[in-house]
């Protein structure tokens, strides 16, 4: 497609990843992920008697943090984030002293709940020409940011691996912040981040109500993606959304926010 010469309809374009930027099949609960963990746990200096031992102590310590986050939370809406990574670290306290000097506990925490991750992962890929579009994008002076829910421990070796974080000029992650959406207060903070007005910007995700109602309730645009990952409840369109494309259509995409549809 030719170079058109439109200004963008959009400053900032941000984009949601999980059935938006990327195609991802994972499932938390299979054995080959609980297996990784309990052998990188190991190489790490921590015992656990068993794949089964290890387990139930994730599962205490897990439910322990989360009301302890829960009780901390900095919104009390629904959306307060929690963050899984201290849950890795307490599950990796009874660690030697020489396993610490090999890597420090923060480290390993994150490879710790990396091997877990890509245990759970049976595919992951970013959708063919999201690269492409993200570039694009930025060609014509966009500012491209990931805005996702998800657990930073988890995402920034996804987008490590599909090729995403070397093209991103920001990134911004639930589990980080502590808010998830559709909260009006992570917009805020987003447009915010970017020092941008919301009507000069733009979502882009796969949820009728996490990104195309979160968006709007900020006076934000949204691009509605329905993918094979958006909620059983959503339509193939969305009344809401400023377009709604069937799958990640990032030619329609573009088309859009450079201007390149006929008027």
């Given at each position: 497609m030719e170079s058109m010469t439109h200004i963008p309809r959009y400053e900032v374009v941000f984009f949601d990843l999980y059935g938006t930027l990327v195609d991802?099949?994972?499932?938390?609960q299979v054995d080959a992920a609980w297996r990784a963990l309990f052998e990188t746990a190991r190489a790490l200096g921590a015992e656990?008697?068993?794949?089964?031992a290890l387990r139930n102590r994730f599962e205490?310590?897990?439910?322990?943090?989360?009301?302890?986050?829960?009780?901390?939370?900095?919104?009390?809406?629904?959306?307060?984030?929690?963050?899984?990574?201290?849950?890795?670290?307490?599950?990796?306290?009874?660690?030697?002293?020489?396993?610490?000097?090999?890597?420090?506990?923060?480290?390993?925490?994150?490879?710790?709940a990396w091997s877990f991750r890509r245990g759970a992962i049976s595919g992951l890929r970013a959708y063919p020409g999201a690269i492409d579009a993200i570039t694009?994008?930025?060609?014509?002076?966009?500012?491209?940011?990931?805005?996702?829910?998800?657990?930073?421990?988890?995402?920034?070796?996804?987008?490590?691996?599909?090729?995403?974080?070397?093209?991103?000029?920001?990134?911004?992650?639930?589990?980080?912040?502590?808010?998830?959406?559709?909260?009006?207060?992570?917009?805020?903070?987003?447009?915010?981040?970017e020092f941008v007005v919301a009507g000069k910007a733009l979502v882009v995700g796969n949820s009728e109500e996490r990104d195309v109602v979160g968006a709007q309730?900020?006076?934000i645009d949204a691009v509605y993606f329905h993918t094979a990952s958006?909620?059983?409840?959503?339509?193939?369109?969305?009344?809401?959304?400023?377009?709604?494309?069937l799958g990640a259509d990032f030619e329609g995409l573009l088309r859009y926010v450079l201007r390149e549809n006929p008027e």
């Open positions: 991802i099949q994972v499932d938390m656990y008697e068993s794949v089964a205490q310590l897990e439910a322990r943090e989360m009301v302890h986050q829960s009780n901390h939370a900095i919104v009390r809406n629904g959306c307060g984030e929690f963050n899984v990574l201290p849950v890795y670290r307490s599950l990796l306290m009874n660690r030697s002293d020489e396993a610490e000097r090999r890597l420090a506990l923060p480290q390993a925490a994150e490879k710790a694009r994008l930025q060609e014509a002076g966009v500012v491209v940011a990931l805005l996702c829910n998800g657990q930073s421990c988890y995402v920034r070796p996804e987008l490590d691996v599909t090729g995403l974080a070397g093209v991103l000029d920001d990134v911004i992650i639930s589990s980080e912040e502590k808010i998830r959406k559709p909260s009006k207060d992570l917009y805020m903070l987003a447009l915010d981040r309730s900020m006076g958006s909620p059983a409840g959503d339509h193939e369109t969305s009344e809401s959304a400023v377009r709604s494309f």
